[in-house]
């Protein structure tokens, strides 16, 4: 049999991309690996779990073996890559060699751990995938005081969605405002007040040093000296491209897998989308470049060799208590304007010669986005 295509991954990346390579070949094997259980979940449900009250079974889309069939596939799971041989299309499982005709990195970005000095550093919980939720949902049963460290789009929405699991949230970074990387201050200032409007406690500045275990809980220290108690800590502190094996393998890296417009990396027949890869310079870690990526690479793959375009990309992050839609703007040039007030913000950035370059819109404003998407220009024409 001739060697298969092979994605290691069955995230959003992996299965879309696999799904988009079936409806135009449906008889090339194909074999997908993913070192966690391979049931298929929309990621971004994570943070909306709570409210919805949906535990990780209940965020589960299809089990691997479904996606098998569905997919004309083989799907091993619980398998980690520990190597790639490009010289002879061959990847590496422990002592396992598995050989390719095209091999897909699919295996996204892992979350940034901090040392945190203590006894309670097993009660740090990152959420990165499914099974790290049911991880979670397990540890706070039953508990009502949820530290969160970092007040990036991750961080806020999870802050949203505890409060609406009945949970007290406070939340502790490094930085001035919400989202700094994302936001305009006017619109971060719209959605922390939006959550401190349901009770959400912000710690902007400090950093978590210790976490101790006491008899009703947990003590956190923060850097500032504050003491803060809790029963259980979210880190959601940021997420990095997974590249190392990629380097180890010779493949050109940089923030992540560097591609070309066609998903290439600079070894023949290996590619890369999703959160682990860099298109042409851009790293993004949202399903909408992945879902353009998935499609492009899918023809190439097919054998129509077909190059991935991005038009205008805006985020709609999941504070329903203050909705927002951002698209910031590639680069720091632009000069930012802010109208509206209090929960309505709309702040646009746009260059000297008044094209529009991003924005970030709060509240009542969301309702411009699409008019504004119009003018925005494309991420990667
Ligand atoms: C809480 C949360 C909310 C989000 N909300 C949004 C949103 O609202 N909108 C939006 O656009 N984006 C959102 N995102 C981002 C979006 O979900 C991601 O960009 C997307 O899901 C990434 O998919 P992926 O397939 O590239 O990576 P992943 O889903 O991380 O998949 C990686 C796969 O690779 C496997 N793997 C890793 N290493 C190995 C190895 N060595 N061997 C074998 N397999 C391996 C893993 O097991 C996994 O199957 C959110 C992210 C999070 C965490």
């Known amino acids: ?39 298929s979940y929309s990621k ?45 299309k061959r990847l590496w499982i422990g002592e396992e060699a598995v050989y390719y005709r095209d091999l897909i990195l699919a295996w996204g970005a892992e979350t940034v751990r901090v040392p945190i000095d203590g006894d309670g550093a097993d009660l740090v919980f990152p959420i990165n995938d499914l099974e790290d939720y049911a991880r979670f949902r397990a540890a706070a049963a039953g508990k009502r005081r949820v530290l969160l460290l ?13 409060i ?13 405002q919400v989202m700094p990387t994302l936001l305009h201050p006017a619109a971060a200032a719209a959605v922390q007040a939006g959550l401190e409007s349901l009770g959400a406690k912000f710690h902007l500045g400090p950093v978590l040093t210790r976490l101790q275990k006491v008899a009703d809980g ?24 997974r590249i190392d094996l990629a ?18 990396t600079s070894h023949a027949n290996i590619y890369a989308l999703g959160d682990c890869a860099e298109v042409d310079g851009l790293n993004l870690l949202y399903v909408m470049p992945l879902m353009s990526c998935a499609r492009a690479l899918a023809q190439t793959l097919a054998g129509n060799p077909t190059a991935v375009s991005y038009g205008p990309m805006p985020i709609t992050v999941k504070t329903p208590v203050c909705p927002l839609v ?26 000297t010669d008044g094209q529009l370059l991003g924005y970030a819109l709060t509240g009542a404003a969301v309702m411009e986005k699409l008019a504004l998407n119009k003018q925005l220009p494309a991420l990667l024409a």
Not at 150 to 162: H, K, R, S, V, Y
Not at 232 to 241: E, H, K, M, Q, T
Not at 247 to 264: E, F
Not at 329 to 338: A, I, M, N
């Open 218 to 241: 947990l003590e956190a220290h923060l850097s500032d000296g504050q003491v803060i108690a809790c029963d259980v800590v979210v880190s959601a502190i940021g997420l990095r491209p």
């Open 150 to 162: 970092g007040a990036g789009l991750i961080g806020c929405e999870f802050a949203n969605d505890l």
């Open 1 to 39: 049999m001739s060697a298969p295509v092979v994605i290691i991954g069955t995230g959003l990346a992996g299965y879309n991309l696999a799904r988009e390579f079936r409806k135009l070949d449906s008889e090339t094997p194909l074999l997908l690996i993913t070192a966690d259980d391979g049931r």
């Open 44 to 88: 971004p449900m994570l943070s909306t779990g709570f409210g919805k009250n949906k535990d990780a079974d209940g965020l589960s889309m299809a089990e691997p073996g479904a996606m098998a069939e569905q997919l004309k596939a083989e799907v091993r799971t619980h398998t980690r890559i520990s190597g790639i041989d490009a010289g002879h």
């Open 164 to 176: 609406l699991g009945g949970y007290e949230v406070q939340l502790v970074a490094p930085c001035e």
């Open 326 to 351: 951002v698209s910031p703007p590639r680069g720091s040039e632009g000069v930012w304007t802010v109208e509206g007030q209090g929960a309505d913000i709309k702040a646009l950035c746009r260059s």
């Open 247 to 264: 380097a180890a393998a010779g493949i050109q890296v940089n923030r992540g897998v560097m591609v070309d417009r066609q998903l290439k």
